[in-house]
């Protein structure tokens, strides 16, 4: 149970940012205003918190004391704390804490901690290397970016909401781990697929396939969470092929700062873009194996 008077708030409450609120609510926390860019979500978020459904985010920060973000780019996180704008949450940033979930540059992290620091607030990065479930249930796996200070006063909300809980630095400092981990997955992504389709072509049994994989050097925590999914053909979104391209991307943006190539995250970057040049970007990310079974993509899927 919460042991602190904070008021909470949310923007962004799409399937992560929605059981995130959720699971805090359980938790006693008050979670007073959330908002979202499609307003049906928040309506029925709203209405099942008993909170605000908020018309801005300035409204989420004019009566929150903690304004937890989950959006889905540097686009849309640049609408939200945009300078100077009424609607946007620097209208209310004096005195309050912001904490931000999302994948974004980390550079944008550094530009929006200066930001509101200006206005009398502060900022804390939290990314998120979970899904769906774990934050339903109070089990994410947060790094955060920031002050140590501020850090240190958001503890007890992101205890409530993660299992581990780890501070990797300065502002930016932990958007660029989470770009490396998602970078790294992502490719184990794209590989299995690989694997898998390739051993379907062979007449191998993928089920016996998936079993020698975990018993192998093939063995991942990709292969655990998509590995039968590529096989039965379920790509339930837990995370999007589009975020994981939007993710990707953000990691070799890194890796040309530093001048340096990564052909295997660029393969796979290239994979993500095909399924969303298909229209299947808003599948989850296993859905790398629509293009690389012979039997789902015809001629398509076959590498010239």
Do not use: W
Request: charged fraction near 20%; include cysteine.
């Amino acid at each position: 149970m919460a042991n602190v008077p904070e008021r909470i708030g949310f923007v962004g409450v799409g399937r992560m940012g929605a059981n995130m609120a959720r699971c805090l609510k359980e938790q006693g926390y008050r979670i007073v205003a959330v908002h979202d860019r499609h307003a049906g979500s928040s309506e029925t978020l709203a209405q099942e918190l008993t909170s605000e459904q908020a018309a801005s985010p300035a409204r989420v920060a004019e009566i929150s004391d903690i304004v937890i973000t989950v959006v889905s780019d540097d686009a849309a996180m640049r609408e939200i704390y945009a300078e100077p704008d009424s609607v946007s949450l620097m209208a209310h940033a004096k005195d309050r804490l912001f904490i931000n979930c999302a994948t974004v540059s980390p550079a944008l992290h550094i530009d929006i901690e200066r930001a509101v620091e200006r206005r009398g607030g502060a900022v804390l990065e939290a990314c998120m290397a979970s899904s769906i479930t774990q934050a339903r249930q109070g089990t994410l796996y947060l790094m955060c970016g920031g002050r140590q200070k501020v850090f240190e006063r958001a503890r007890p909300v992101l205890d409530a909401l993660a299992q581990t809980v780890r501070y990797i630095g300065p502002a930016g400092e932990a958007a660029k781990v989470k770009a490396l981990v998602n970078m790294v997955m992502n490719s184990n992504t794209v590989v299995l697929a690989e694997g898998l389709g390739l051993g379907a072509a062979l007449g191998i049994d993928l089920t016996l396939l998936r079993d020698v994989f975990s018993q192998t050097g093939a063995a991942s925590r990709v292969l655990e969470t998509d590995g039968e999914d590529m096989q039965q053909r379920a790509h339930e979104c837990y995370f999007s092929a589009a975020h994981a391209a939007k993710d990707s991307a953000i990691a070799l943006d890194l890796a040309t700062q530093v001048g340096l190539s990564l052909p295997v995250a660029h393969a796979a970057l290239s994979q993500y873009r095909r399924l969303i040049e298909l229209g299947k970007g808003d599948l989850d990310k296993s859905a790398a194996a629509e293009l690389t079974f012979l039997d789902r993509l015809g001629s398509s899927s076959r590498q010239s």
